[in-house]
C-alpha cells in the first residue's frame, strides 16, 4: 500500500533533520586533530538528537548524508586543511559556511598484518584556534570591558570552535570585578562603526580621569573645549587600548581619542562639503582614505592627539629594538661620525649614535623621549628641545627636593 502523503511530508522532513544533527555533531565533537569515523558519528547523532525522539539512525544513512554533501554542497569538502601559510586564495569562502569538513583516511593494522582503510571525517572553523585565541586574548586584557562583556564575548567565540571551550572559559576574579565595572564601550564602538559607514560627522563628548577628593576616588569627567565635532574614520586597536581615529577641523592631520573615554556620541548627518572640512587633512584635501591602521599606529607609537611634527632624534645603538618595536622599522637613519657627535656637543665615545627622522605628535614624543632619556635626545624642532629641557629640569629638581632627605639604604 502506498505510504500517504503525510508520511512521505514526515520522511523528508526527518531527512533534513538528519542533516542538521550530521553537521552539528561534527561541529561539537571534531575537528583535524579528532576525527570520526561514520560508526562514531552515528552514535554520538543517536546519543545526542535522535535517541530522545524515539528514533535510530544508522552508519548506512550517515554514510549516505555524507556522500550527498560531498556532491552537491560546493566547496563544503576541502581536500586540504586551512593553517596559518594558506594563501586568501586557499582560504576563500564564496558560500560563507564559516566551516569546511574534510575526509581522511587512518590505516589501521588488522589481523596477519592486513590493513583496513577507515574513512573518518571532521568539522574545522575556518578561524584558527590561534587566530581566535589571540582575538579573546586581546578582549580580556582589556580594561574598559564590563565583566559582562567579555564573558557573553567568550561564550560567542566559543561556539566557534566548540573544543576551544575550555581554553575560552572566562572566570573574572575579584580584581576584574573591581576594575571593570558596568560600562558602555560596546555600545560606543557598535555606534562608531555605523557612523564610519553612514560617512557621517559625530558630536564627541570626551572626559579625562581625574580625582575627585570629596569622593575620595578617580573619576571621569569633561574634558575642556567638549563636545566638539568630528570625523569617525577607524577603530584601532593600540597600547590595549580601543581607539577611534577622527578627522578634526583644528588639524592637518588626523587625531585619536580612546573609545572608553568618551561620554557621549552623536551622529550628525554631513554635506561633501563638511567632509572635506574634517577630512583630517585641513580642508585641503578630500580624500579620506587614510592610511592603514598599522602605518597610522607606527607615526603615532603612544597615541597621544595632536598636531604632528617631523622630529630629529639622536639614538643610541643599543635602542635600535626599542625604535623598532614603537615607531616601526622603515625609520630614516644614519650613523653619526664622532665630528658629528662633537656638533652635538654628545662626548660618550662607548657607544654609536644614530640620527633618526621620524613624524610624531609632539605630546606623543615628548612623553617617548622622557621614557627613554638616557638614550634618546630630540634635537629638533625646537620647541620640544624647549620642552623637554623643561621637563628634565623640573624632575631634578623634584628628586632633588625628596632625595635630599634619603639615606644610603633608602630610608
Not at 580580556?140 to 570552535?161: C, G, H, P, Q, W
Not at 576584574?176 to 564601550?185: A, M
Not at 555605523?194 to 581625574?210: Q, T
Not at 599606529?297 to 595632536?306: A, D, E, I, K
Request: aromatic fraction near 10%.
Amino acid at each position: 500500500m502506498a505510504d500517504s502523503p503525510e508520511n512521505i511530508k514526515n520522511r523528508k522532513s526527518e531527512s533534513r533533520n538528519n542533516v542538521l544533527y550530521l553537521i552539528l555533531t561534527l561541529k561539537n565533537h571534531s575537528d583535524r586533530n579528532n576525527a570520526l569515523s561514520i560508526s562514531e558519528i552515528a552514535e554520538l547523532i543517536n546519543k545526542d538528537y535522535v535517541e530522545q525522539c524515539g528514533g535510530n539512525i544508522n552508519y548506512h544513512t550517515v554514510k549516505r548524508l555524507l556522500d550527498s554533501l560531498e556532491n552537491n554542497c560546493p566547496g563544503l569538502f576541502r581536500s586540504s586543511d586551512i593553517t596559518p601559510y594558506s594563501t586568501p586564495k586557499e582560504i576563500q569562502d564564496n558560500n560563507h559556511f564559516g566551516f569546511y569538513l574534510r575526509c581522511v583516511t587512518d590505516a589501521k593494522k588488522a589481523g596477519n598484518q592486513k590493513t583496513n582503510n577507515i574513512q573518518k571525517y571532521y568539522y574545522e572553523s575556518i578561524l584558527l584556534e590561534s587566530e581566535l585565541m589571540t582575538l579573546y586574548d586581546a578582549i580580556e586584557t582589556y580594561n574598559y570591558f564590563a565583566v559582562n562583556d567579555i564573558r557573553n564575548i567568550s561564550i560567542k567565540l566559543s561556539s566557534l570552535r566548540p573544543l576551544s571551550q575550555n581554553r575560552l572559559a572566562y572566570f573574572p576574579s575579584r580584581a576584574d570585578e573591581i576594575l571593570k565595572e558596568d560600562t558602555n564601550v560596546l555600545d560606543s564602538i557598535s555606534y562608531l562603526g555605523e557612523i564610519i559607514s553612514h560617512k557621517n560627522l559625530a558630536s564627541i563628548d570626551y572626559g579625562n580621569y581625574v580625582y575627585n577628593p570629596k569622593k575620595s576616588c578617580i573619576e571621569l569627567v569633561q574634558r575642556k573645549d567638549y563636545p566638539k565635532i568630528m570625523r569617525p574614520l577607524k577603530l584601532i586597536w593600540s597600547n590595549g587600548f580601543y581607539y577611534c581615529i577622527m578627522g578634526s577641523s583644528e588639524y592637518d592631520n588626523t587625531i585619536n581619542l580612546r573609545v572608553d573615554r568618551m561620554l557621549y556620541i552623536e551622529e550628525i548627518e554631513a554635506k561633501p562639503s563638511n567632509l572635506k572640512k574634517y577630512s583630517g587633512f585641513g580642508g585641503k584635501k578630500g580624500n579620506t582614505d587614510i592610511e592603514s591602521k598599522s602605518a597610522y599606529r607606527t607615526r603615532n607609537p603612544v597615541m597621544y592627539p595632536g598636531r604632528e611634527v617631523h622630529f630629529e632624534l639622536l639614538v643610541r645603538t643599543s635602542r635600535v629594538n626599542t625604535m623598532v618595536d614603537v615607531f616601526g622599522i622603515n625609520i630614516r637613519t644614519e650613523l653619526l661620525s664622532d665630528r658629528e657627535l662633537k656638533k652635538y656637543g654628545i662626548k660618550d665615545a662607548s657607544s654609536e649614535w644614530l640620527k633618526m627622522r621620524i613624524t610624531s605628535s609632539m605630546d606623543g614624543m615628548i612623553l617617548f623621549a622622557k621614557e627613554y632619556m638616557d638614550d634618546v635626545i630630540i634635537v629638533s624642532p625646537s620647541e620640544a628641545v624647549s620642552q623637554m629641557n623643561a621637563a628634565l629640569m623640573s624632575a631634578l629638581n623634584l628628586y632633588s627636593v625628596t632625595g635630599s632627605g634619603l639615606s644610603s639604604n633608602g630610608k
